[in-house]
């Protein structure tokens, strides 16, 4: 095949997909490129060889949901113009509403039901099919904000190369015992945030303060006492855990370093966190491999409380969780809050997590702080351009949302000035 045949299929992928200049964009390389056009370049790769099957296997899991609109839009042209069939692997029935044709229920390996979007949806058979189509989180009563500040975040510029800042000025007030929600698209500065009030990333400018002290910028200079009160949840658990450790180990470490647990009292102490986690004490002998997504979400959760902290930074912790089990991790998370006051930043692109959990809002752009207070405020119009956008862009579990997304989307950028 001469050379130029196959760049002009690529091309013409690269446009079928929305990328943008598809004449140039197979000359960049992965980091160049954002986390939705990589996707839907994926899937212009998989289209390459005209298959008859494309398995899509949690495509948009890792994307904010206004990325997920584009990416999933791109999907579903696609495939249609290329009347490729699709094994869609999700697990978001909002998501799946908008692309299927029929739909598999899956559980611990056995076919739960099977048949068209629309029954599935509207009149589902199996008891597990109900629970799932019916799961609707009930949002977190609104009362009047506190003004006992944590954590408060001044003027904080921030990037990981000289000269090139990630954050501009973001400014944010945690009340204790209170949950302060971070929404935003991919490269808005929300896992950079993180970085900074941990001390992984040292601010370039600003000033952040704990529980009434400046805090040290960098890691390193900060004492045993802070390092015990900021604890963070990360995204993946799998990347969280050393998968060499036993559950024990993993939650006995952290223990032994902060209060000197050791025998007995130590073992006691394991067993009392993974009751408050819902985790048997059968468990505590088992590696991570050996643990279910949901549980080894737990055990990091765990491993955060043993430190008794006073702020938990959880950036996105049920992202890649199905929801039933999203859904414990977030009512175990509002318990061990109503329980022992602990403070969290919940890091987070999906907005009906935010309603859920969340007593303040800050909606980030750009590095930039567009939109905070509490969240009866910052959700209630009228809103700015993005947080609209934020806001329309959550999959709603109905089939057709997508389409009706889109074109409300295409409406808005014809009434532009």
């Known amino acids: ?106 559980r ?6 099977h048949g068209p979007v629309e029954q599935i949806f509207r009149a589902p058979e199996e008891d597990y099919t109900k629970r799932l189509v019916s799961l609707r989180r009930s949002d977190k009563p609104s009362q009047a904000r506190g003004d006992d500040v944590l954590l408060r975040v001044s003027g904080i510029e921030a990037g990981y190369t000289k000269g090139v800042s990630i954050l501009d000025d973001v400014n944010l007030d945690l009340v204790r015992s209170e949950t302060l929600a971070v929404v935003g698209e991919s490269g808005s500065g929300k896992s950079t945030l993180a970085c900074v009030i941990t001390g992984l990333l040292p601010a370039g400018s600003g000033q952040l303060q704990f529980d009434g002290a400046v ?32 559950v024990e180990a ?52 765990a491993r ?46 999906d907005l009906s997590i935010v309603r859920s959990i969340a007593d303040s809002v800050v909606v980030m752009l750009g590095g930039k702080v567009v939109r905070s207070g509490g969240k009866a405020d910052v959700l209630a119009p009228p809103f700015d351009p993005y947080t609209e956008r934020l806001i329309a862009s959550v999959p709603e579990m109905r089939p057709g949302w997508l389409d009706d997304a889109i074109a409300g989307r295409n409406r808005s950028e014809v009434g532009k000035p």
């Open 215 to 246: 805090l040290a910028p960098v890691l390193a200079a900060r004492n045993a006492e802070t390092h015990r009160n900021i604890q963070i949840v990360n995204q993946i658990p799998d990347l969280a855990l050393n998968p060499r450790q036993t």
């Open 304 to 349: 955060a409380l043993t430190a008794d902290p006073k702020l938990i930074i959880c950036d996105e912790p049920t992202s890649a969780l199905d929801p039933l089990v999203a859904d414990g991790i977030l009512d175990l998370l509002m318990r061990l809050q109503r329980e022992a006051g602990t403070s969290y930043l919940f890091i987070t692109h």
């Open 1 to 106: 095949m001469p050379r130029a045949e196959p760049t002009e299929r690529a091309r013409a992928l690269f446009a079928l997909l929305g990328l943008p200049d598809p004449a140039h964009f197979g000359d960049r390389y992965p980091y160049q490129a954002s986390g939705g056009q990589l996707q839907r370049a994926m899937t212009a790769m998989a289209l390459c060889p005209n298959p008859e099957l494309i398995v899509f296997d949690e495509p948009t899991t890792a994307l904010d949901v206004t990325t997920q609109i584009d990416v999933l839009a791109a999907i579903k042209h696609a495939i249609s113009k290329t009347g490729t069939a699709a094994l869609y692997i999700s697990h978001d029935l909002a998501v799946v509403a908008q692309v299927a044709d029929e739909i598999l229920v899956l």
């Open 108 to 113: 611990n390996g056995r076919m739960v039901e």
């Open 250 to 301: 993993i939650l006995s470490r952290p223990l032994a370093f902060y209060f000197g647990l050791k025998g007995p009292a130590l073992r006691q102490r394991v067993a009392t966190l993974l009751d408050q986690i819902e985790l048997p004490s059968t468990l505590r002998d088992r590696y991570p491999a050996e643990l279910s997504g949901g549980q080894k979400q737990r055990v990091c959760i």
